[in-house]
């Protein structure tokens, strides 16, 4: 099979694209984030383009390794009939950007357009509250070659918008997805608005569209609608051209400039896209490629990390990073940023940790405490009376006591059974209140019972 996407995600400005009207609509009534412009109304003339919406959409076809368009930008009116679009025709520009990769995938275009309103057949209504917030769209080349591959790539390109700090996440995605199959016909699927959803979507159509050619019924060139609830793809219409969009250039909208100086100082300014940064990662810290993955994850993440490879070495850093952090954040249900917690908070823990001031144990169980919580490892060990790993001759001492205690569970060993050292760790643990080190003491323990 060979899919291409083209994703629709809402770009972060304070207001829309062509009027004043908020951007945060999401706690207003249906219909009051609306002006005459955002409604389409006979007569009302747009405002010049968003400039903050120019802007974020050139940094992220930065960010995807495009080519910016050195020419003017215009929008053009795309026209089709649907509720949701009052003026008949949808303002969309032609390419800020193109010939860009990710990850493999070739970008065929990034460019702007806005966003119509919400058609609720089941109400009856049409919200126009979102009416006009600029979207940016991503068309990449049909470069992927099964649902695991787009999703894979859906998941690399929220990434990068995430981090480009100019578009919202996956919340606000809304993505088209080409399918063909080798002797079949392209269908294009809408209506998904999740990663996941989009690999069900071609999963199915993968799927439908095998079973049709191995019956020898044609594959029509159509387009189809993925119902969420069901999994399913159902027709739609039959797949129009771009001629029947009718693409005129907009009279009302002055053409848009995207001058060199603009572009460099965007280009300078943008962040490390997420996909370059975990190479650099492996590269420049020696860590594995699942570790730098998981911790380019986050921009915010990334960053901590390298603060804290100052002073701690990249592997250990990277192995508690990875593990630990990220399971009390995933437990917590936050991210990274969320989670507040600093690089020097993770530095004082792991220097702890290196300096067997305290064993990996208490190590878990400070990690637990440390969201939210802007006290130092260190504090939080001495209250909890978790620090000072016990020396050796403590632990020589509570070895000694419990194979002589454990008479049973000594033989129990010798008979060669494997959870009796469990057993008898756990009683050295017990006596020195956890602070042993439990390979030391398996060990001691070892030792102690050859004699
Ligand atoms: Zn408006």
């Known amino acids: ?186 269908a294009e699927i809408k209506n998904i608005n999740s990663i996941k959803g989009a690999y069900k979507a071609l999963q199915f159509e993968m799927v439908r569209q095998k079973n049709l050619l191995k019956r020898g019924i044609e594959i029509k060139q159509e387009t189809r609608a993925f119902l969420e609830s069901q999994m399913i793809t159902v027709p739609m219409r039959l797949k129009e051209q771009a001629e029947d969009y009718r693409y005129i250039p907009d009279p009302d909208l002055p053409p848009m400039l995207a001058e060199k100086d603009r572009i460099e100082a965007i280009r300078e300014k943008m962040p490390e896209p997420s996909h370059i940064k975990t190479d650099r990662f492996v590269q420049e810290y020696g860590i594995n490629k699942d570790n730098a993955k998981v911790l380019t994850s986050e921009l915010e993440l990334a960053d901590a990390f390298e603060e804290v490879v100052k002073t701690i070495y990249p592997e250990f850093a990277a192995l508690w990073m990875r593990d630990e952090l990220k399971r009390v954040i995933y437990y917590n249900k936050m991210n990274f940023k969320e989670s507040e917690i600093t690089p020097a908070q993770i530095v004082d823990l792991l220097q702890l940790l290196q300096n067997n001031k305290i064993t990996a144990k208490a190590g878990k169980r400070i990690m637990e405490k440390l969201p939210k919580n802007h006290e130092m490892p260190s504090m939080i060990a001495e209250k909890l009376g978790l620090t000072g790993v016990v020396n050796e001759d403590v632990v020589l001492d509570a070895v000694k006591k419990v194979v002589n205690k454990n008479p049973e569970a000594v033989s129990d060993y010798y008979e060669g059974k494997k959870n009796a050292m469990n057993f008898l760790i756990g009683q050295v643990m017990r006596i020195t209140r956890g602070k042993a080190d439990p390979g030391k003491t398996h060990k001691l323990l070892e030792t102690e019972l050859k004699k």
């Open 1 to 186: 099979m060979k899919c291409g996407l083209e994703i629709h995600v809402q770009l972060e400005t304070d207001s829309k694209l062509f009027c004043t009207c908020h951007t945060n609509y999401k706690d207003a009534p249906t219909n009051t984030n609306i002006c005459p412009v955002c409604l389409n109304q006979p007569g009302a003339k747009p405002y010049p383009p968003n400039k903050a919406a120019l802007d974020g959409a050139i940094k992220i076809a930065l960010m995807l390794g495009c080519e910016i368009s050195p020419e003017v930008t215009y929008f053009q009116r795309k026209h089709y009939d649907y509720p949701d679009l009052s003026s008949g025709y949808q303002r969309t520009s032609i390419p800020i950007g193109d010939k860009g990769e990710l990850n493999g995938v070739r970008i065929y275009d990034v460019h702007i357009e806005e966003d119509p309103g919400q058609y609720k057949p089941d109400l009856g209504i049409v919200d126009f509250n979102r009416s006009g917030i600029p979207l940016i769209e991503i068309v990449t080349e049909p470069d992927m070659k099964s649902p695991d591959e787009a999703r894979k790539f859906l998941r690399e390109l929220i990434r990068v918008l995430e981090y480009s700090g100019s578009a919202r996440g996956e919340g606000t995605m809304r993505a088209d997805v080409n399918i063909s199959i080798e002797g079949g016909k392209r």
